[in-house]
Nanobody
């Protein structure tokens, strides 16, 4: 069993930065790709970013490319999402999830999910 707990969300202004963390307990994440997803009000959950098990491979949604950076510290069993130049359209609940070996954009490829952390960006 794996428990994922996100933190770091909050209310910020457009142009600000936030760093989200996803801490895992129960089992090590080092053998798995990890992903971040988000769900905005009234919208479907969407892929944000993914990182390979060793951290050498990353993938981003076009909407966040160049502004967000995903990283991981396997020694701490933690994954991060650095979000810069935030926009009001980034407002959503952000979730981290455990994937498989490959970098995947589909949420169906992820088996364990955190409870989410709210990010609100005001204009």
């Amino acid at each position: 069993q794996v428990q994922l707990v996100e933190s770091g969300g909050g209310l910020v202004q457009a142009g600000d930065s936030l760093r989200l963390s996803c801490a895992a307990s129960g089992r090590t994440l080092s053998s798995y790709a990890m992903g971040w997803f988000r769900r905005a009000p009234g919208k479907e959950r969407e892929f944000v970013a993914a990182i390979s098990s060793g951290g050498g491979g990353v993938d981003y949604a076009n909407s966040v490319k160049g502004r967000f950076t995903i990283s991981r510290d396997n020694a701490k069993n933690t994954v991060y999402l650095q979000m810069n130049s935030l926009k009001p359209e980034d407002t959503a609940v952000y979730y981290c999830a455990r994937g498989t070996y490959w970098l995947e954009k589909s949420s169906s490829k992820y088996d364990y999910w955190g409870q989410g952390t709210q990010v609100t960006v005001s204009s």
